[in-house]
C-alpha cells in the first residue's frame, strides 16, 4: 500500500469516527430531549460504548443518595467485587489511566472516567478495551463526552423529580399548617383572644388552638415542633387533636400535660420533640393557670409590669415520664395581657445580625396598650417584618394575644 494510499484510509478511518460520534451524540441527545426513562439512556449508553465502540469491559457507576450503584455493565469478570470499587475510584477527580501501581481491584480495567455535577462526583465509569482501537485518543474523549452527557442529563432528571416531590410535599405541609391555625379566636364581654401567623417557605409545624374546659374557663395554647416540611406538620397535626380530645377529658393541666406527653412520645418514639404553652383563663375565679413546656417564654403585661411565663416542664415527646411538672397560677386583673409566640419570632435579626429582643416586643405592647389584640398582633408582625427586612425569615412565625378587661 503506497503512502498515499494509507494517509488516504486514515483519514476515510478518521471521517467515519467523526460521523459515528456525531450520529452518536444527536441520538443520545434526542433521547434526552424526549424525556425518555433513564434505563433507556443507559441501555443507549452501553450500546454505543460496546457495539460501536467495541468496549471489551465496562462498569457504570451512579451515586444514588450517599452510595455507589453499578448502573451498567458488560464482560465483567465474575470474580470482581463491584461493591469495593467505588472506595477505590472515589479519590479521582480527573480521567485516569489505570496503572500498575493502582489497587489491584482496578487492573481489570484501563481508564477511570469521572463525573461531576458542580462539585459533587455524580458518575464513574470504568472501562476497558479502548487501547485496542487505532485512536485511543479520540475515543476516550468522546466516550468521556457521552459519559458526561448521559450522566449530567440523568442526574438534573432526579433533581427536577426531587424538586417536583418537595414542591408537593411543601404544598400538602402547607395547607396541614394552616389548618393548625385558627381563622376566628373566641371574644367576649370581658376578654378577647387573637391570633396572627406568618408562613415561612420551608414550612414548620406551628399550632395556635382553643377550647373551652366550661363555660366560664377558656383554654389556649400554642406549639413548636421539631423540624420541618411535611412530618414536622402532620407531628402537629395529630398533636391538634391529642389537645382538643384530650382536653375535653381532662381538666388540670397537670394531668393534661402527663397524658399529651405519653401519647406524643408513642407517635414519635422520642425522635422529635414540641414546646408548649398553655394557658386557662377562669373568669369565674379571676385566675390565670398555665403550664410552659420548654416553649420560649410568653410576655404577661399586668399592672404596669412585665412577667415572662418561662418553663414549668420540659418539652414534650422526648421524657417518659416528664421529669418535673408544675402548674403556676396567677391572679386575672382587669388590663391584663399575655402575648406568646414561636421562637421564629426572636429568631429574626436585622441587617448587622441582632435578633428581635423581648425589649423592642415590650415597647410595642406598651404601645399598643389600649388596642385590641388582632391590632397588638398585627402591630407585632408589622414591626418584625421591617425589623428583619434585609434578612431571609429564618422560620414560621406564630402570635397568640389575649386580653382580660375585667367586669
Known amino acids: 500500500m503506497s503512502r498515499d494510499q494509507e494517509i488516504l ?235 382538643q380530645n384530650l382536653g375535653q377529658q381532662y381538666k388540670d393541666l397537670e394531668t393534661l400535660m402527663l397524658v399529651l406527653n405519653e401519647s406524643v412520645l408513642r407517635i414519635t418514639k422520642g425522635e422529635k420533640y414540641l414546646t408548649f404553652f398553655i394557658a386557662v383563663a377562669d373568669f369565674k375565679r379571676k385566675v390565670l393557670t398555665y403550664v410552659n413546656a420548654g416553649h420560649i417564654p410568653p410576655l404577661l403585661f399586668q399592672g404596669g409590669n412585665f412577667k415572662e411565663l418561662k418553663a414549668t416542664t420540659t418539652i414534650i415527646g422526648h421524657f417518659n415520664p416528664l421529669p418535673e411538672i408544675k402548674e403556676a397560677e396567677l391572679p386575672l386583673l382587669p388590663g391584663t395581657q399575655l402575648v406568646a409566640f414561636t421562637d421564629g419570632l426572636t429568631d429574626v435579626k436585622d441587617h448587622s445580625g441582632v435578633n428581635f429582643s423581648y425589649d423592642v416586643l415590650k415597647q410595642i405592647i406598651l404601645d399598643q396598650e389600649k388596642q385590641q389584640p388582632d391590632k397588638l398582633c398585627n402591630a407585632i408582625m408589622e414591626k418584625v417584618v421591617d425589623f428583619g427586612k434585609n434578612t431571609e425569615m429564618p422560620d414560621d412565625i406564630a402570635i397568640v394575644a389575649f386580653k382580660y378587661h375585667g367586669l
Not at 460496546?50 to 457507576?61: A, D, N, P, Q, Y
Not at 482496578?106 to 458518575?123: M, R, T
Not at 391570633?195 to 415561612?200: C, F, T, W
Not at 366550661?214 to 387533636?241: P, R, T, W, Y
Open 9 to 243: 484510509r486514515k483519514m476515510q478511518n478518521e471521517l467515519s469516527l467523526k460521523q459515528l460520534q456525531i450520529t452518536s451524540l444527536l441520538s443520545i441527545t434526542q433521547a434526552i430531549n424526549e424525556n425518555l426513562p433513564q434505563e433507556q439512556l443507559f441501555s443507549m449508553y452501553k450500546s454505543f460504548l460496546t457495539w460501536e465502540l467495541s468496549i471489551e469491559k465496562l462498569v457504570l457507576f451512579f451515586r444514588e443518595d450517599n452510595s455507589w450503584l453499578p448502573v451498567v455493565s458488560h464482560q465483567v469478570d465474575a470474580n470482581i467485587i463491584l461493591e469495593e470499587l467505588p472506595d477505590h475510584f472515589i479519590q479521582y477527580k480527573r480521567l485516569h489511566t489505570i496503572k500498575q501501581s493502582d489497587p489491584k481491584a482496578l487492573q481489570h480495567f484501563e481508564f477511570i472516567i469521572p463525573v461531576y455535577h458542580k462539585s459533587d462526583p455524580i458518575a464513574y465509569s470504568l472501562i476497558s478495551g479502548v487501547k485496542n482501537g487505532e485512536d485511543v485518543y479520540n475515543n476516550i474523549q468522546f466516550i468521556t463526552s457521552i459519559t458526561n452527557i448521559v450522566a449530567v442529563a440523568i442526574e438534573n432528571k432526579r433533581l427536577v423529580r426531587r424538586q417536583i416531590i418537595q414542591e408537593k410535599e411543601w404544598e400538602l405541609a402547607k395547607e396541614v399548617t394552616e389548618m393548625l391555625i385558627p381563622e376566628k379566636m373566641p371574644q367576649g364581654k370581658n376578654f378577647e383572644l387573637s391570633n396572627i401567623y406568618r408562613p415561612h417557605y420551608k414550612v414548620g409545624g406551628d399550632y395556635i388552638d382553643y377550647l373551652w374546659f366550661s363555660e366560664h374557663q377558656l383554654c389556649f395554647c400554642i406549639a413548636d415542633v421539631s423540624g420541618k416540611g411535611i412530618a414536622a406538620a402532620m407531628i402537629m397535626a395529630n398533636f391538634q387533636a391529642l389537645v
